[in-house]
Nanobody, 126 residues
Framework: QLQLVESGGGLVQPGGSLRLSCAAS????????IGWFRQAPGKGREGVSC????????NYVDSVKGRFTGSRDNAKNTVYLQMSSLKPEDTATYSC???????????????????WGQGTQVTVSS
């Protein structure tokens, strides 16, 4: 059974950090690009980041550049999103998604992804 499971979300104060994980089971992530998306209450889904299959290319939405870093450990079949200098506007449910191609699409193209996790909640508040 193909499954993606996100973890690492939680409540953090502004300026804090979290590391999200996206672990796959039932298939390997080696050949696939992985995207991170978020959705805040009352808002649409937003593409946050994408990492290519090799990890050599990572893309970020402008609002997180310099604060978020994507990485992957193919040996662990896991992708990560390190989030630093968090702001209240980063509050959302974060989901990872697999694109069955090695390269990232345009960040906003959620329909280019084939498998999705259930999401993990990130709340930034004092």
């Amino acid at each position: 059974q193909l499954q993606l499971v996100e973890s690492g979300g939680g409540l953090v104060q502004p300026g804090g950090s979290l590391r999200l994980s996206c672990a796959a089971s039932g298939f390997t992530l080696d050949d696939y690009a992985i995207g991170w998306f978020r959705q805040a209450p009352g808002k649409g889904r937003e593409g946050v980041s994408c990492i290519s299959s090799s990890g050599g290319v990572t893309n970020y939405v402008d609002s997180v550049k310099g604060r978020f870093t994507g990485s992957r450990d193919n040996a662990k079949n896991t992708v990560y999103l390190q989030m630093s200098s968090l702001k209240p506007e980063d509050t959302a449910t974060y989901s990872c998604a697999v694109r069955r191609r090695p390269y990232c699409p345009t960040l906003s193209s959620s329909r280019d992804y084939d498998y999705w996790g259930q999401g993990t909640q990130v709340t930034v508040s004092s």
